[in-house]
Every structure is written in structure tokens, then in C-alpha cells.
């Protein structure tokens, strides 16, 4: 159970710093849904995401059971929930286990940014941009941030963990309600495992 978890982490780590970018998007881009398409070495895996007001949802099916994970921007708090298991877990934003920036705004700071230009993704037009990591072990990642939205749409990176891209398709520019973000009634918290290799963190 401990190892499942684990490696459910694993992936909710690369996810959140996929989308690192769209932690620092203004509480005032539009709110909607879309279906999310991740590869990375550890495969493809589809699901649905939810944004509203700073907000970010993301349901994805990891080993044949429904994982959601939820990050509240006015809480600085990320939640995984296993509602197999009507279970969840708490990471506060910026800790090393989920490797989101301490503040959200500061995400230019991370590296250098380079503006590419536009480009259409999905049928918004987008700016283009390349960050070049300080921390090196990172490595780079282009991200498509939608004019429109104001809210990258399109993601890749490069570094020492392998190509990984996300991607959100079918918008959907509507209202979202606001209980896709709080923790559902009847669940429990449970303790956070300790990843590999952060005894010593």
C-alpha cells in the first residue's frame, strides 16, 4: 500500500512541476475544464482538470483507481485524494514533496525566461516561452501560455528525469463550481510517506 502510494507521488511530482507555471496565474484568468494528456517516462496518462480562481483541480486514473489532486492557491496547500480509499493526504506548497515554488509569483526567479514568440495551440493563441533552470538538474521547459486564459495550455520539459509534456485539450470555458476544491465529507486524512531519498532533507 505504502510502495503504491509512493509511486502515485512520484507522478503527482511530476505533474505539479509540469505545471508549475500555472500556479503563479492571476486569481482573475478565466475559470474552466479540459481534458489533460501527460507523458512522460512513466507513460501517458489521460484525465480531466478544473481551474477557477487561482485554483487547479487534475483527475487522472493511476492503477486502475481514480486519483484527484487539488491545489488551493489562498490555502498554499496541495491535497491527493485516493477516494477508493476515502483517503487524502496534505502537502503545504513549496515543500520538498511536491517541488512547487514556496511563493507561486516568484516563478520567474526559478530561471532565465525566454520569449519564443506566438503560436496557436488548441485554438488559442499563445505566447511562447523557454525557461532555462538555475537549479541545472532541471533542465528546460517551453510552455505555451494562452493569451486568452492566461494559463499555459501546452508544456514540455527536458532534464535529468527525460522528456515529460502536458497538454489540455476540448477547453471548456464555463463555470466551475467551487466544491470540485474542498475536500469531500467522509474522508480521512491520513500521514504523508516519506519519499525516497528525503531523510536527509
Known amino acids: 500500500m505504502v510502495k ?13 512541476f509540469l505545471t508549475v507555471p500555472a500556479l503563479s496565474v492571476s486569481s482573475n484568468a478565466a475559470e474552466f475544464s479540459a481534458d489533460m494528456i501527460n507523458t512522460s517516462p512513466m507513460g501517458r496518462i489521460e484525465g480531466k482538470m478544473f481551474f477557477k480562481e487561482g485554483n487547479f483541480r487534475q483527475e487522472m486514473m493511476m492503477g486502475g483507481q481514480k486519483q484527484i489532486t487539488i491545489f488551493r492557491k489562498d490555502k498554499n496547500l496541495v491535497w491527493v485524494l485516493m477516494p477508493a480509499q476515502m483517503m487524502y493526504m496534505e502537502m503545504q506548497a513549496g515543500s520538498r514533496q511536491n517541488m512547487t515554488p514556496v511563493d507561486p509569483d516568484q516563478i520567474d526567479k526559478l530561471g532565465e525566461k525566454e520569449y519564443l514568440g506566438k503560436e496557436k495551440v488548441n485554438g488559442y493563441m499563445c505566447s511562447k516561452y523557454r525557461y532555462t533552470f ?15 486564459l492566461q494559463f499555459p495550455i501546452k508544456m514540455q520539459t527536458q532534464g535529468i528525469p527525460g522528456s515529460m509534456s502536458m497538454e489540455y485539450r476540448n477547453i471548456q470555458e464555463k463555470t466551475v463550481p467551487a466544491s470540485l476544491f474542498n475536500i469531500p465529507g467522509g474522508f480521512q486524512k491520513m500521514s504523508m510517506p516519506m519519499m525516497p531519498g528525503m531523510q536527509n532533507q
Do not use: C, E, P
Request: no cysteine; glycine share 8%; proline share 0%.
Open 134 to 148: 538555475h537549479d541545472k538538474s532541471s533542465g528546460t521547459a517551453i510552455y505555451w501560455i494562452s493569451d486568452k
Open 4 to 16: 503504491k502510494i509512493i509511486l502515485r507521488l512520484g507522478l503527482v511530482v511530476v505533474i505539479l
